[in-house]
């Protein structure tokens, strides 16, 4: 696979602590972008971080991304029950194909 | 609620059957798309459309069969499915263009294939 890993696979937290997941990737990209996923549901776009970019904001998101790493990571603050929910990256092939990372399933506890 | 509308949510079919199923957006997007997800992996790219043009298939058995009959609608026709069919399928839209855009996905939907 051209994606690499997300990382955790699972996250546990109560409400009102940051969750934080990482994803890897392998080839170079224009950029990076996060996604929510409630259980069945359709994906539902959250950010979008260009390669030239080392930091973004957005509520209570906030993404770093490392091309020499080629590492992102998707921190939530003060996180809620509703952000219950998987969460995938995804970056753009040569060939212009969007492709998820293996996500990380985050439960937030009341 | 999403702007991409996908039709029928749930869907049972056997092996023989022949059936359709259907997505719509409004947004003006032209470049729309087929994804398969599988419980727990992450959605894996079948079709691109690009300006009501089939730009990429990846691999896809010809048991699927997409159509984009205009600007606004997507279908994928479906015949002789196997069990390993059984999926969420995805249908979202965006802007066209090289350097990744956002994609807006529908609410998707269930296949199960006996």
């Known amino acids: 696979s051209q994606q690499g890993e997300e990382d955790p696979q699972a996250l546990s937290i109560q409400e009102g602590e940051n969750a934080t997941m990482n994803c890897s990737y392998k080839t170079s990209i224009n950029n990076l972008q996060w996604y929510r996923q409630n259980s069945g549901r359709g994906l539902v776009h959250l950010i979008l971080i260009r390669s030239n970019e080392r930091e973004k904001h957005s509520g209570r998101l906030r993404v770093t991304l490392d091309t020499s790493k080629k590492s992102s990571s998707l921190l939530i603050t003060a996180s809620r029950a509703a952000d219950t929910a998987s969460y995938f990256c995804a970056t753009v092939s040569q060939g212009g194909k969007l492709i998820f990372g293996q996500g990380t399933e985050l439960s937030v506890k009341p | 609620d999403t702007e991409v509308t996908q039709t029928p949510k749930h869907l049972v079919m056997g092996m023989t059957n022949k059936k359709s199923l259907k997505c719509e957006q409004h947004?003006?997007?032209?470049?729309m798309y087929w994804y398969k997800q599988k419980a727990k992996k992450p959605p894996e790219l079948m079709f691109v459309?690009?300006?009501?043009?089939?730009?990429i298939n990846e691999s896809v058995p010809s048991r699927f069969s997409p159509e984009c009959p205009n600007s606004s609608l997507l279908n994928l026709h479906l015949h002789a499915l196997q069990p390993e069919d059984s999926a969420l399928y995805l249908c979202?839209?965006?802007?066209?263009?090289?350097?990744?855009?956002?994609?807006?996905f529908g609410e998707g939907s269930r296949l199960t294939v006996l």
């Open positions: 979202a839209s965006s802007r066209p263009g090289q350097g990744g855009r956002e994609l807006f």
């Open positions: 459309y690009s300006y009501e043009k089939l730009s």
């Open positions: 947004m003006g997007h032209r470049a």
